[in-house]
């Protein structure tokens, strides 16, 4: 079956500090999709970053980096030098040729100025 | 380009009415997806559309359905409302890979 876990309910930092947020996917597809979307309290859901099976080059893109292991079928965000603003749920999901979007619990980040 | 857009934003129904909700996506996109967000259960996909086919189903009773018209624009209907369908119902369309999301309708089952 495909799942992703998102470990972490609840994290709170204060501003500035580096926050790392979990997730982990299981899946017997050997291509497959990883995304990760920002919930701001609005609502709307955010794409941030989508990483496909066969590429896996960790990413950043300013302050946020993504680290991809296939060994332990991981897909970690983190956020360096936190913000106010980027408080929100934080939501991890896969895509395989047979389901779409499947996603995480969500991982809701706090960061206290 | 306008992002994707969804109608009306809040609803409240009562048990066992019916309600359909309106999704336009972003010009040009002609996939919609939809999702249904609640505390208990997270997100979860209810059914995608592609150019008027229902293409892919998620784990949802009959009385969740759907509709893509010519325009790509796109419909979904809860028939027979029960509580636990108060939600955060959310549209996305999609060009390839990535998905654009709305705003979403927040539905509310008194």
């Known amino acids: 079956a495909q799942k992703v876990t998102q470990a972490q309910t609840e994290i709170s930092v204060v501003e500035k500090e580096d926050v790392t947020l979990d997730c982990v996917y299981e899946?017997?597809?050997?291509?497959?999709?990883l995304f990760w979307y920002k919930q701001p309290p609005s609502g709307e859901l955010v794409f941030l970053i989508r990483?496909?099976?066969?590429?896996?080059q960790n990413e950043i893109s300013g302050r946020y980096s993504w680290n991809f292991q296939k060994s332990t079928s991981s897909f970690n965000f983190t956020i360096t030098a936190s913000q106010v603003v980027d408080s929100a749920v934080y939501f991890c999901?896969?895509?395989?040729?047979?389901?779409?979007?499947?996603f995480g619990t969500g991982t809701r980040l706090q960061v206290f100025p | 380009k306008a992002g994707v857009t969804q109608t009306p934003r809040y609803l409240i129904k009562t048990r066992g009415q019916q309600v359909t909700l309106s999704c336009s996506p972003i010009?040009?996109?002609?996939?919609v997806s939809w999702y249904q967000q609640t505390p208990g259960q997270g997100l979860q996909f209810l059914f995608e559309y592609f150019s008027e086919t229902q293409r892919n189903k998620g784990n949802f009773p009959g009385r969740f359905s759907g509709r893509q018209f010519s325009n790509s624009r796109s419909e979904m209907n809860v028939s027979t409302l029960e509580l636990g369908d108060s939600a955060l119902y959310l549209c996305a369309s999609s060009f390839g890979l990535r998905e654009y999301f709305g705003p979403g309708t927040r539905l509310t089952v008194l």
């Open positions: 999901a896969l895509t395989t040729d047979t389901d779409k979007l499947i």
């Open positions: 899946t017997r597809d050997t291509t497959y999709y």
């Open positions: 990483r496909n099976s066969f590429d896996e």
């Open positions: 010009s040009g996109h002609r996939s």
